[in-house]
């Protein structure tokens, strides 16, 4: 069976919990949601879904959101699984709230999520699903914007998106990235 990991990014606690930093996790959540639940594993919350014949091995790092990278490479070593099939799931300032956007290499764009799994990676060539999170926020407010809880109005509008998410994320594992991206991206 071909094995993916779905890195959903995040920070762990009550505190964090729906804040727009997490949208990794909430998109995780929506795919495990009715088949499996998440166990306390090393480095992260751990739970496994099965997809038309691929195990889709959803992991939420409990390192923070600025070590993720020492997550992403204890499982991609411990499950032996390739680059081209990881998927890191991350919330981005940079695009309007809900839109969702695959690439599979680019830089970190600041985010230290990313930044953590580049250092220790050693590369920027990993695929990634940037999940937007719009930056609806006033000059040095950022980090008080990504720590922030959703409102009631944006929630309304993310339900939906993040079930999007979560089938793009199935068809990255099902149909590969090329039509994935040709489907979701846009």
Known sequence: MKKFLIFGLGNPGAEYHRTRHNIGFEVLDAIASDTSSFSSERYADVARVRVKGRELIL??????MNLSGKAVRYWMEQEKVPLENILVVVDELALPLGAIRIKMKGSDGGHNGLKSIQQLLGRADYPRLRFGISNNFSKGQQVDFVLGKWTDEEWKVLVPR???????????????????????NG
Do not use: C, D, R
């Open 59 to 64: 992991v939420k790092p409990n390192t923070y």
């Open 162 to 184: 993040i079930e999007k998410a979560a089938e793009a994320i199935k068809s990255f594992a099902l149909a590969g990235p090329q039509i994935t991206m040709n489907q979701y």
